[in-house]
């Protein structure tokens, strides 16, 4: 059981790049998640989707864009990449009724020179 | 925004020792959960307290939720090197249901 499988697992960009992390969760849950994780600060969500065809915005969604593909896949675009969207990136999911319970997958750690 | 502040922000003992780290808010949360991340891997959930003055014991570890629930405290006794990694707390955020804000974490290397 793969859980929630991010790609890819490392990538360098020059500012001003586009690229798109990928997010796949093999669990049936509905809401999908992409958080990022910066030294000091935490884990700051980006984007949620409750279930497919929706989206909506987190706490620091500028200069990012999501897809949720389908049910079981939900993507973050990054349209021109900047030196402060360097960090590391997380999706998870988590199943209705028990949306405390996140499952992560193992991340993607991003650097934009 | 509510903000859940955490220390210390590193701990660094012995193994055999026990230690204490605090979750801390001025806002009150419904439940707070405690998550532990290892190097290259992302967060795994380890409780979920509710109820204010809530104790729970996951075998060397015990959370305790504050009686205003504004805080929490991860206890964690006899520490073994198994134990290191980041601790975050974590809480419902006020961006809308269903979504979590976390902690700023404690990072936690347990000394062989």
């Known amino acids: 059981n793969a859980g929630v499988t991010q790609t890819p697992k490392f990538q360098v960009l020059k500012t001003g790049q586009s690229m798109t992390l990928q997010c796949a969760q093999d669990m049936n849950h509905n809401s999908m998640y992409w958080y990022r994780q910066d030294p000091g600060m935490g884990l700051r969500l980006i984007y949620y989707?409750?279930?497919?065809?929706?989206?909506d915005k987190g706490e620091v969604p500028n200069g990012y864009n999501v897809s949720r593909l389908n049910k079981r896949e939900f993507s973050l675009r990054l349209e021109s990449a900047a030196p402060s969207q360097t960090s590391v990136y997380f999706c998870?999911?988590?199943?209705?009724?028990?949306?405390?319970?996140?499952?992560f997958g193992s991340g993607t750690q991003l650097s934009v020179l | 925004t509510q903000l859940l502040e955490q220390s210390p922000q590193f701990l660094s003992i012995q193994e055999g020792e026990n230690l204490t780290v605090y979750c801390n808010s001025s806002?009150?949360?419904?439940?707070l959960q405690w998550y532990r991340q290892e190097p290259g891997e992302g967060p795994v959930l380890l409780v979920t307290?509710?109820?204010?003055?809530e104790v729970k014991k996951l075998k060397r570890l015990t959370f305790q939720f504050g009686d205003a629930r504004k805080d929490s405290s991860l206890h964690i006794t006899a520490a073994q090197p198994g134990d290191t990694g980041l601790y975050l707390c974590?809480?419902?955020?006020?961006?809308?249901?269903?979504?979590?804000?976390f902690g700023t974490g404690t990072r936690l290397t347990i000394i062989p």
């Open positions: 806002s009150v949360f419904s439940s």
């Open positions: 974590a809480g419902p955020s006020n961006f809308g249901n269903e979504k979590l804000t």
């Open positions: 307290v509710v109820t204010g003055g």
């Open positions: 998870a999911s988590s199943e209705p009724g028990t949306w405390e319970k996140l499952f």
């Open positions: 989707s409750a279930s497919e065809g929706t989206t």
